[in-house]
């Protein structure tokens, strides 16, 4: 069969017209199909199919209209020309057949030079529509097999970029994407030490490319938070690893918020997101702008992650977002706009929660149409209570597999001790030991206990009694920036034993400093053993966790070296106590 040879279907209740029809087309180079009337018509359409079909108006049993309906009906999205063999001429018959399906007409007698030409013009509109009925298969297919592939690779990235702790009773967040993936990402980590880290970004684009570099960053915020970095320690591992990764032109627009619910205290970087803002009882909302560029922009020697410091206590609240809820528009195309959360946030009654005064505004405004952007917004309120508890390690074959009896020790010196935290490392070589991994929250306290004390207290000589007050908390913070700086000849020494026991194990930590000590004799905390709990304390809170957790704390020389001990045990085993004498508050236990 020749490119223009086309297969044709006529039907003329007269013999002779439907002859002299079929042998011209026949002639033309066309396959042609003939039938008597309307029906047969369609029935022949139905079993054989055609190209175009000609019909004539007015035959018995079931005239050309009705047939050019069912033929119509038949055909589905495919193009079938329908021509109407006529030597009708009233204006409203001829509209009727047009209304029924009809294409064109062909008058009696015909013309063969006009024939052709009819044929030809809807042989090139049926082929052209076919193309592009094709090239729509194409794309739906595609479009199919993109978001198949999108679907697959969120499912991915959800095992890798889980839900943390966004379900804690303490957070709301609120994530409109426009696509399965997109630009704006959320992950939430409690710490070991009983805080929580929070990462909201905002990459450039929509869709899968903006989302490229959303897999690297969770890995590395849950890897790290896990591991107890701090969010300074994380943001630099993230830009880091998004200058290498991602396209010129391509960056991450981030806030970093790290908390701590023991000291009351919160610490936010905010690199090109809008303003955040911290609500704190009995003053006004205060505002916590970008200070920093995007991350993936500037290379790791030029990056700063030093988070600022504020004290917070039970009861605030931070609020967090991306610039798609500035860009949420109005019917009449105007922006929410920074100006809009100020508003509201203004408005703001008594007992109304940030999140829900700004979500509600953000609805009002525009009237809960499609969202411009990828939107997110996010509030954390401040609880009376340490943190929220890492996730058991699965797998845990055996709580006594692994090293038992092991000796180390780790020096910090110089200007290290302002560069590098040792806490992460000093908690992995804890956490060789399988029964310990199930408490690394409590020995990470341990840890950064004794590390901050020895730090900010025994070498930096900063005094507890500034974080009383908002000013004094802010001047402690920017103290001990600078006096890190000026470190020069100090250092910290860990000095970790651990030992495998009948019903566990026992852990001693000795941390030095190089520092002049304090008098730890005459401390209050030293003199009192109650508990944790018994008053708004603010100074002394590290020993008073020292003093619960371990089984003694002992302090040696000018008050520069402190020991702990810290015993584990089974969940079988009996306490630990049973056959051996209970220690002495404060004193050795060998």
Same mark, same amino acid.
Request: aromatic content about 8%; some cysteine; overall charge negative.
């Given at each position: 069969?020749?490119?223009?040879?086309?297969?044709?279907?006529?039907?003329?209740?007269?013999?002779?017209?439907?002859?002299?029809?079929?042998?011209?087309?026949?002639?033309?180079?066309?396959?042609?199909?003939?039938?008597?009337?309307?029906?047969?018509?369609?029935?022949?359409?139905?079993?054989?199919?055609?190209?175009?079909?000609?019909?004539?108006?007015?035959?018995?049993?079931?005239?050309?209209?009705?047939?050019?309906?069912?033929?119509?009906?038949?055909?589905?999205?495919?193009?079938?020309?329908?021509? @109407?063999?006529?030597?009708?001429?009233?204006?409203?018959?001829?509209?009727?057949?047009?209304?029924?399906?009809?294409?064109? @007409?062909?008058?009696?007698?015909?013309?063969?030079?006009?024939?052709?030409?009819?044929?030809?013009?809807?042989?090139?509109?049926?082929?052209?529509?076919?193309?592009?009925?094709?090239?729509?298969?194409?794309?739906?297919?595609?479009?199919?097999?993109?978001?198949?592939?999108?679907?697959?690779?969120?499912?991915?990235?959800?095992?890798?970029?889980?839900?943390?702790?966004?379900?804690?009773?303490?957070?709301?967040?609120?994530?409109?994407?426009?696509?399965?993936?997109?630009?704006?990402?959320?992950?939430?980590?409690?710490?070991?030490?009983?805080?929580?880290?929070?990462?909201?970004?905002?990459?450039?684009?929509?869709?899968?490319?903006?989302?490229?570099?959303?897999?690297?960053?969770?890995?590395?915020?849950?890897?790290?938070?896990?591991?107890?970095?701090?969010?300074?320690?994380?943001?630099?591992?993230?830009?880091?690893?998004?200058?290498?990764?991602?396209?010129?032109?391509?960056?991450?627009? *981030?806030?970093? +918020?790290?908390?701590? @619910?023991?000291?009351?205290?919160?610490?936010?970087?905010?690199?090109?997101?809008? =303003?955040?803002?911290?609500?704190?009882?009995?003053?006004?909302?205060?505002?916590?702008?970008?200070?920093?560029?995007?991350? *993936?922009?500037?290379?790791?020697?030029?990056?700063?992650?030093?988070?600022?410091?504020?004290?917070?206590?039970? *009861?605030?609240?931070?609020?967090?977002?991306?610039?798609?809820?500035?860009?949420? %528009?109005?019917?009449?195309?105007?922006?929410?706009?920074?100006?809009?959360?100020?508003?509201? +946030?203004?408005?703001?009654?008594?007992?109304?929660?940030?999140?829900?005064?700004?979500? %509600?505004?953000?609805?009002?405004?525009?009237?809960?149409?499609?969202?411009?952007?990828?939107?997110?917004?996010?509030?954390?309120?401040?609880?009376?209570?340490?943190?929220?508890?890492?996730?058991? =390690?699965?797998?845990?074959?055996?709580?006594?597999?692994?090293?038992?009896?092991?000796?180390?020790?780790? =020096?910090?010196?110089?200007?290290?001790?302002?560069?590098?935290?040792?806490?992460?490392?000093?908690?992995?070589?804890?956490? =060789?030991?399988?029964?310990?991994?199930?408490?690394?929250?409590?020995?990470?306290?341990?840890?950064?206990? +004794?590390?901050?004390?020895?730090?900010?207290?025994?070498?930096?000589?900063?005094?507890?009694?500034?974080?009383?007050?908002?000013?004094?908390?802010?001047?402690?913070?920017?103290?001990?920036?600078?006096?890190?700086?000026?470190?020069?000849?100090?250092?910290?020494?860990?000095?970790?034993?651990?030992?495998?026991?009948?019903?566990?194990?026992?852990?001693?930590?000795?941390?030095?400093?190089?520092?002049?000590?304090?008098?730890?004799?005459?401390?209050?905390?030293?003199?009192?053993?109650?508990?944790?709990?018994?008053?708004?304390?603010?100074?002394?809170?590290?020993?008073?966790? +020292?003093?619960?957790?371990?089984?003694?704390?002992?302090?040696?020389?000018?008050?520069?070296?402190?020991?702990?001990?810290?015993?584990?045990?089974?969940?079988?085993?009996?306490?630990?106590?049973?056959?051996?004498?209970?220690?002495?508050?404060? *004193?050795?236990?060998?």
């Amino acid at each position: 069969m020749t490119p223009s040879c086309l297969r044709i279907l006529i039907a003329d209740d007269s013999d002779s017209d439907r002859l002299i029809l079929k042998t011209l087309l026949c002639r033309l180079g066309h396959r042609v199909q003939a039938a008597r009337d309307g029906a047969e018509a369609v029935e022949l359409f139905r079993r054989e199919g055609a190209d175009l079909v000609l019909l004539d108006a007015l035959m018995p049993r079931m005239d050309g209209m009705e047939a050019a309906r069912e033929i119509k009906s038949l055909a589905g999205d495919r193009l079938v020309p329908v021509i @109407f063999l006529t030597s009708l001429s009233d204006a409203e018959d001829l509209a009727r057949c047009l209304a029924s399906g009809g294409d064109d @007409f062909l008058t009696k007698p015909y013309n063969r030079i006009i024939l052709d030409a009819k044929l030809k013009a809807f042989d090139r509109m049926r082929r052209m529509h076919e193309a592009l009925a094709e090239q729509h298969a194409l794309a739906r297919e595609r479009n199919r097999q993109l978001l198949d592939e999108q679907t697959t690779a969120r499912r991915v990235f959800d095992n890798v970029a889980h839900t943390g702790c966004l379900d804690a009773a303490n957070i709301r967040y609120h994530a409109s994407p426009l696509s399965i993936f997109n630009g704006d990402v959320l992950f939430a980590s409690p710490r070991p030490d009983g805080g929580l880290l929070v990462f909201l970004g905002d990459f450039t684009g929509h869709g899968l490319p903006a989302a490229m570099g959303a897999m690297p960053v969770a890995e590395i915020f849950y890897g790290m938070a896990a591991k107890g970095f701090s969010g300074a320690d994380v943001l630099r591992e993230i830009n880091q690893k998004l200058k290498r990764i991602l396209p010129i032109g391509m960056f991450c627009c *981030g806030a970093m +918020l790290e908390v701590d @619910f023991k000291a009351g205290q919160i610490g936010i970087w905010n690199g090109g997101l809008p =303003e955040g803002w911290l609500f704190r009882a009995g003053a006004s909302p205060r505002p916590l702008p970008s200070r920093h560029l995007p991350l *993936g922009i500037l290379p790791p020697e030029q990056f700063r992650a030093d988070l600022t410091a504020y004290p917070a206590s039970t *009861g605030d609240t931070v609020l967090l977002m991306t610039d798609g809820v500035l860009e949420c %528009q109005a019917s009449d195309g105007t922006l929410f706009g920074e100006a809009g959360v100020r508003r509201c +946030l203004r408005r703001r009654q008594q007992g109304e929660h940030p999140f829900d005064v700004v979500f %509600q505004a953000m609805a009002d405004f525009s009237h809960r149409a499609r969202e411009a952007d990828d939107l997110t917004l996010f509030s954390l309120d401040m609880i009376d209570r340490t943190g929220l508890a890492l996730r058991p =390690e699965p797998g845990e074959s055996s709580a006594l597999s692994g090293p038992s009896e092991w000796r180390c020790e780790y =020096e910090v010196r110089g200007s290290t001790l302002a560069e590098f935290n040792p806490l992460p490392l000093l908690l992995h070589i804890c956490m =060789e030991v399988p029964g310990l991994r199930a408490r690394s929250g409590e020995v990470y306290l341990l840890l950064s206990e +004794l590390y901050n004390n020895a730090l900010e207290h025994g070498i930096l000589r900063l005094p507890s009694d500034w974080k009383r007050s908002p000013d004094g908390f802010g001047q402690y913070y920017r103290e001990r920036q600078r006096r890190l700086a000026e470190v020069s000849d100090h250092g910290i020494v860990f000095r970790l034993h651990h030992a495998r026991k009948p019903w566990g194990g026992r852990l001693r930590v000795t941390c030095e400093d190089t520092g002049d000590g304090f008098d730890h004799a005459n401390h209050p905390v030293a003199r009192d053993s109650g508990p944790v709990g018994d008053g708004p304390r603010y100074a002394g809170r590290g020993l008073m966790l +020292l003093k619960r957790l371990a089984r003694t704390v002992t302090f040696h020389g000018r008050g520069n070296c402190v020991e702990i001990v810290y015993d584990w045990r089974l969940p079988s085993a009996p306490s630990i106590t049973d056959g051996c004498p209970p220690p002495a508050a404060g *004193g050795r236990d060998d």
